[in-house]
């Protein structure tokens, strides 16, 4: 199976279905070009890692064979390029810059996080894009895919661990 994600058309195609989808504010650029803060969905081939969900929300367990960590409110993602711990997983108390994984807009009530800029992350080169819930707005992120509640329950019943992902144009 394969997972696209086209960003000119704002889809996303699985299991043989399309469902719509928000991409970056910014747009969409090169992978291999996108820059901490471009607010622009970085294009190229991905697997998708583990994910994490707010268990006040969902209850255990998910209907996936990935990996889901159960979030705490102290739980973040580093975005501080020069931190050792940039695009990682890491508490709020990390002294480091911090984007904070407990939100109460439901946007990361369910987190993928694919491989954008990990094997190892270079700074400044883009943290934290990651597929999660669409805001009830529906606008546009600030780099990551995101989707409606009822196709990320779709999603997560077809995913896998390390399963590829193509974002492309």
């Known amino acids: 199976m394969s997972i696209i994600v086209n960003c000119a058309e704002k889809t996303i195609s699985f299991n043989g279905k399309t469902y719509s989808c928000r991409i970056g504010r910014g747009g969409y650029i090169d992978g291999s070009k996108g820059r901490e803060g471009d607010e622009k969905t970085p294009l190229g081939d991905y697997v998708i890692r583990f994910g994490f969900y707010r268990p006040d929300r969902l209850s255990a367990p998910l209907p996936t064979a990935l990996n889901m960590i ?10 501080g390029a020069n931190d050792p711990a940039y695009n990682r997983f890491v508490k709020t108390s990390n002294p480091g810059s911090h984007e ?6 439901g946007a ?31 606008r546009e992120t600030l780099g990551c895919v995101a989707l409606t509640p009822d196709v990320m ?11 590829m992902i193509r974002i492309k144009a």
Do not use: M
């Open 100 to 105: 904070k994984l407990w939100r109460s807009d």
């Open 153 to 163: 329950v779709k999603l997560l019943a077809v995913v896998y661990p390390e399963i």
């Open 108 to 138: 990361y009530d369910v987190v993928l996080v694919i491989s954008h800029n990990d094997s190892p992350p270079e700074p400044n080169c883009g943290s934290a894009v990651f597929i999660h819930i669409a805001q009830p707005d529906d």
């Open 70 to 79: 159960a979030l705490t409110a102290d739980d973040g993602w580093c975005d």
